[in-house]
């Protein structure tokens, strides 16, 4: 059974940086894996993805402030956050498409001074 881990969420200043991992086990192949987040009150969104060839795609509100990356002999992936706002205050979930869709269990992150 495919499970995927979060971990590193917290609260940080705006303008500061956190590090998000994810882990992945118990699959037999991946094709992407992405992070998404929902902040209070709204809809889930996607943040970053990228495929097991290393493509990476990032949605607007993030994009030069966030790095997604994987480390495939680890299976694990990262979400670099720098330079945050208040507005990246959410739960942030690991998402992965192999066989099936699968989602973590989710990790608070809290931007605020």
């Known amino acids: 059974q495919v499970q995927l881990v979060e971990s590193g969420g917290g609260s940080a200043q705006p303008g500061g940086s956190l590090r998000l991992s994810c882990e992945a086990s118990?699959?037999?192949?991946?094709?992407?894996m992405a992070w998404y987040r929902q902040a209070p009150g709204k809809q889930r969104e996607w943040v970053a993805t990228v495929t097991t060839g290393g493509s990476t795609y990032y949605a607007d509100s993030v994009k030069k402030r966030f790095t997604i990356s994987q480390d495939n002999a680890k299976r694990m992936v990262y979400l670099q956050m720098n330079t945050l706002t208040p507005e990246d205050t959410a739960v942030y979930y690991c998402?992965?498409?192999?066989?099936?869709?699968?989602w973590g269990q989710g990790t608070q992150v809290t931007v605020s001074s």
């Open positions: 998402y992965a498409v192999g066989s099936s869709e699968y």
């Open positions: 118990g699959y037999s192949f991946l094709v992407r």
